[in-house]
């Protein structure tokens, strides 16, 4: 399954970062997931508690923030959040749009550990290769 590869290698991710922890056990994993990811969001979350277990990840929770889909409109100047994934024209002015932001997310935004340590990640660390 292609949710349960790109949770395994969330789990490996934060397993690497927790060695610097010795004996934390993780509490709450972040991921920021963008509406064009392509991955189902309850499919994540059903192989989470499969990936996780034999882990220091075991019995964690995660907690997916969907982002939403930015592009950037010449006519507009601007850059304008589109309402899904059915139409690719500006809502301001009807333009197609092409020149993509923000939308195909998929990272650890923030892992916290057993102590109440919050740990930031670099907001664009990637958690998978390519989909
Ligand atoms: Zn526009």
């Known amino acids: 399954m292609h949710e349960l590869s790109i949770v395994a290698s969330v789990v490996d991710s934060v397993t690497e970062s927790l060695e610097a922890y010795p004996g934390a056990r993780v509490q709450e994993v ?3 997931v963008g509406a064009l990811a392509g991955v189902v969001v309850d499919s994540l979350e059903f192989c989470w508690g499969i990936a996780t277990e ?3 990840l075991e019995g964690s929770r995660l907690v997916i923030k ?3 889909i930015v592009m950037h409109c010449e006519p507009c100047g601007a850059d304008v959040e589109l309402e ?3 139409s ?4 301001m002015c009807g333009e197609a749009c092409c020149d993509l932001r923000q939308g195909r997310e998929l990272e650890i935004d923030s892992i916290e550990i057993e102590d109440g340590i919050k740990t930031e990640r670099a907001a664009h660390e990637k958690a998978r290769e390519t989909a």
């Open 84 to 86: 899904g994934v059915q």
């Open 30 to 32: 972040r991921l920021r």
């Open 66 to 68: 969907t982002v939403p």
């Open 54 to 56: 034999g882990t220091v």
């Open 88 to 91: 690719f024209r500006c809502p």
